[in-house]
């Protein structure tokens, strides 16, 4: 079963003692009055706990009706008056779908008769399942008997607590319509809880809070305290000024425990997350620094060898220099003398030329000069060798075309 925190304060304590004084009582029935969240239903299935007493309550669902709560009573009935089990009936404002479910309870509380409850043939099955009990109690056996015999022990079994709210004008025109809401009834007011319960109730939530140290943790709890009675404080203060009610329940109290509770646990875990990202920040930043000093060790000594790559290029550049210096002089005779082979080339090609056409005109005679040697005979050679008239002339020609002959200017003389 759970429990308010409520139950454990004083106060709570205080209307614990009051119910089940009431249900200890024979056909003792409760009003509990208080707004909603004041800790009514949970003291009162404390106090029925304590009074050994079976808590019996309706659920609401969206297609509850007349029906159904009639079929709920009956349950009801058949547990209090046929088991013959100690039963609490423990009903609120919140399952008040309709008001005929008030009218009901209200025949509970003054007769312990609900009208028309069972139909002809489920009653006889309800009386013939009560009839040996009856009859061991000696209370006759008659239908009527047995039908007084059924709500007597209803009515000794059956206590019922109703939660009602005072808001608005509802539960005055309840009582009006309904007067055994207060003639067959103990009412227990439920009004503001007082300083000391408060606290309690907040020291009690916070108990397992690490807060740093207990003055912190009271300090926060006398401030849950002061905030919850300066809001009583002020919302009496508009009723009186702009007459307008504000509700201030103790659930409103424990959901701003709660709310503090669960704001706490996240502002907790947000700042755990940055002091982790911050705590990995800075390793990270430790494994850096560490990375840069062995690389600056890494850049000194690549420094010193660019440095000496770079005096080396220098000194290549400087023989680059120089060796292009050379190179452009010696493209620049290179050139000259291109320019002056070409020029005698071209010189050349004009003598060859003008060779080649003079030997196209000295062709014919070199021609008719071959024909005629070959008509020379070894006479004429004689002739020639012992000067006869004539052979100067002769020999003269013979030196000028023996090369074109033998191919050799010193040989024209084997001619």
Same mark, same amino acid.
């Given at each position: 079963?759970?429990?308010?925190?409520? +139950?454990?304060?004083?106060?709570?304590?205080?209307? @614990?003692?009051?119910?089940? =004084?009431?249900?200890?009582?024979?056909?003792?029935?409760?009003?509990?009055?208080?707004?909603?969240?004041?800790?009514?239903?949970?003291?009162?299935?404390? *106090?029925?706990?304590? +009074?050994?007493?079976?808590?019996?309550?309706?659920?609401?669902?969206?297609?509850?009706?007349?029906?159904?709560? =009639?079929?709920?009573?009956?349950?009801?009935?058949?547990?209090?008056?046929?088991? !013959? #089990?100690?039963?609490?009936?423990?009903? %609120?404002?919140?399952?008040?779908?309709?008001?005929?479910?008030?009218?009901?309870?209200?025949?509970?509380?003054?007769?312990?008769?609900?009208? !028309?409850?069972?139909?002809?043939?489920?009653?006889?099955?309800?009386? %013939?399942?009560?009839? /040996? *009990?009856?009859?061991?109690?000696?209370?006759?056996?008659?239908?009527?008997?047995?039908?007084?015999?059924?709500?007597?022990?209803?009515?000794?079994?059956?206590?019922?607590?109703?939660?009602?709210? /005072?808001?608005?004008?509802?539960?005055?025109?309840?009582?009006?319509?309904?007067?055994?809401?207060? !003639?067959?009834?103990?009412? %227990?007011?439920?009004?503001?809880? /007082?300083?000391?319960?408060?606290?309690?109730?907040?020291?009690?939530?916070?108990?397992?809070?690490?807060?740093?140290?207990?003055?912190?943790?009271? +300090?926060?709890?006398?401030?849950?305290?002061? *905030?919850?009675?300066?809001?009583?404080?002020?919302?009496?203060?508009?009723?009186?000024?702009?007459?307008?009610?504000?509700? @201030?329940? /103790?659930?409103?109290?424990?959901?701003?425990?709660?709310?503090?509770?669960?704001?706490?646990?996240?502002?907790?875990?947000?700042?755990?997350?940055?002091?982790?990202?911050?705590?990995?920040?800075?390793?990270?930043?430790?494994?850096?620094?560490?990375?840069?000093?062995?690389?600056?060790?890494?850049?000194?000594? #690549?420094? @010193?060898?660019?440095?000496? *790559?770079?005096?080396?290029?220098?000194?290549?550049?400087?023989?680059?220099?120089?060796?292009? =210096?050379? +190179?452009?002089?010696?493209?620049?005779?290179?050139?000259?003398?291109?320019?002056?082979?070409?020029?005698?080339?071209?010189?050349?090609?004009?003598?060859?030329?003008?060779?080649?056409?003079?030997?196209?005109?000295?062709?014919?005679?070199?021609?008719?000069?071959?024909?005629?040697? !070959?008509?020379?005979?070894?006479?004429?050679?004689?002739?020639?060798?012992?000067?006869?008239?004539?052979?100067?002339?002769?020999?003269?020609?013979?030196?000028?075309?023996?090369?074109?002959?033998?191919?050799?200017?010193?040989?024209?003389?084997?001619?």
């Amino acid at each position: 079963m759970h429990h308010s925190p409520s +139950a454990s304060c004083r106060d709570a304590l205080h209307h @614990v003692c009051r119910i089940h =004084r009431i249900l200890s009582q024979p056909r003792g029935n409760a009003l509990l009055v208080g707004v909603g969240g004041s800790g009514r239903k949970s003291l009162a299935r404390l *106090a029925a706990y304590v +009074a050994e007493l079976k808590v019996f309550s309706i659920e609401i669902t969206k297609t509850y009706r007349l029906s159904e709560f =009639r079929e709920d009573l009956k349950g009801l009935y058949r547990q209090a008056g046929v088991a !013959n #089990k100690p039963t609490l009936f423990l009903f %609120d404002e919140t399952q008040i779908k309709y008001e005929t479910f008030l009218e009901d309870v209200n025949n509970i509380l003054t007769s312990g008769e609900v009208p !028309n409850l069972f139909p002809k043939d489920e009653l006889g099955g309800v009386l %013939d399942e009560l009839r /040996p *009990a009856a009859k061991a109690a000696m209370a006759g056996e008659t239908q009527e008997q047995l039908m007084a015999f059924f709500l007597e022990r209803v009515r000794t079994n059956l206590h019922v607590v109703l939660c009602l709210s /005072p808001v608005g004008e509802t539960f005055r025109e309840r009582c009006r319509m309904f007067p055994g809401l207060v !003639n067959c009834t103990t009412i %227990d007011w439920f009004t503001e809880w /007082p300083a000391d319960a408060l606290y309690e109730v907040a020291t009690r939530q916070m108990a397992s809070e690490d807060l740093g140290s207990e003055e912190v943790k009271k +300090a926060v709890c006398r401030m849950f305290v002061t *905030a919850h009675q300066s809001v009583e404080a002020t919302s009496r203060s508009m009723w009186l000024t702009i007459r307008r009610r504000n509700y @201030v329940t /103790p659930t409103h109290y424990l959901e701003t425990v709660r709310n503090y509770k669960a704001l706490l646990a996240e502002k907790r875990t947000e700042l755990l997350s940055k002091s982790n990202k911050l705590s990995g920040g800075l390793t990270k930043l430790d494994e850096t620094r560490v990375q840069v000093a062995d690389m600056k060790k890494v850049v000194e000594h #690549k420094q @010193v060898v660019v440095s000496q *790559a770079k005096q080396d290029c220098e000194e290549l550049l400087v023989q680059i220099v120089q060796d292009k =210096r050379v +190179a452009d002089e010696q493209e620049k005779q290179v050139n000259a003398e291109a320019t002056k082979i070409a020029k005698e080339t071209d010189e050349a090609n004009a003598i060859a030329q003008q060779v080649s056409a003079e030997l196209e005109k000295a062709l014919p005679a070199l021609q008719e000069a071959e024909a005629a040697l !070959n008509v020379l005979t070894k006479k004429d050679i004689s002739e020639l060798k012992v000067g006869t008239p004539g052979a100067a002339a002769i020999w003269f020609n013979a030196k000028r075309i023996g090369p074109y002959i033998t191919g050799s200017p010193s040989n024209w003389v084997s001619v």
